[in-house]
């Protein structure tokens, strides 16, 4: 996460950065998480740039289609003269995706981080961490009980976690493993 701080910051020479993991290994939520200023996109690969953009972000490099790889690297082309700062992402390394060449040799210029699916403990850990920024503490217990009987993708047992959230708020309860089982009920 330093790497990121700094490259998000300018204090590194790059303006490119492409992370690249498996399904599940976080990358989109990383995307989106670098996407919340104002000065920031999103981008889909099909629209304009807005000229005030300061960060380009570009998830699922290999669904693109041929029109908007060519958007995209005009994009990055832009980005790279206008010294804005680009992330993409993708599930396989620059060298391996099956796209235009111009535009996989782009993605490598810069930055590349691969991202490992996170460990059964850390997304324990990362499911309380988000109670807690939620306003609640979550029992350990509560999490280990969602990773052994629910989907492992950790997107979904935020929204899990979430939900859980919501649920305890409107009905006046503690949050309980009862309580979570008659939520997914």
């Known amino acids: 996460m330093e790497m990121l701080s700094n490259w998000l910051a300018g204090k590194t020479a790059e303006k490119a950065l492409y992370i690249w993991g498996p399904a599940g290994s976080g990358k989109s939520h990383l995307l ?4 919340t200023h104002p000065d920031t996109l999103f981008w889909n690969g099909q629209n304009d740039i807005p000229v005030d953009t300061r960060l380009v972000a570009l998830d699922d490099v290999e669904q693109l289609t041929e029109a908007s790889q060519i ?6 082309n832009h980005a790279r003269s206008a010294g804005k700062l680009w992330i993409a992402a993708g599930e396989n390394a620059p060298a391996g995706l099956s ?10 210029w810069g930055l590349v981080y691969r991202l490992q699916p996170l460990s059964d403990e850390d997304k324990r850990a990362a499911l309380i961490l988000h109670a ?3 306003g609640f503490e979550l029992d350990p217990a509560i999490a280990a009980w969602l990773l ?13 976690v979430e939900a859980l959230d919501r649920y305890s708020l409107q009905t006046r309860r503690r949050v309980t493993l009862p309580l979570l089982k008659t939520l997914l009920a």
Do not use: C, M
């Open 148 to 160: 052994t009987r629910h989907g492992r993708d950790l997107g979904y047992l935020l929204q899990v």
């Open 99 to 108: 796209i235009r060449d111009d535009l996989r040799t782009r993605l490598g």
């Open 71 to 76: 958007n995209a690297f005009a994009a990055f």
């Open 32 to 35: 989106r998480a670098v996407t």
């Open 132 to 134: 807690k920024s939620l």
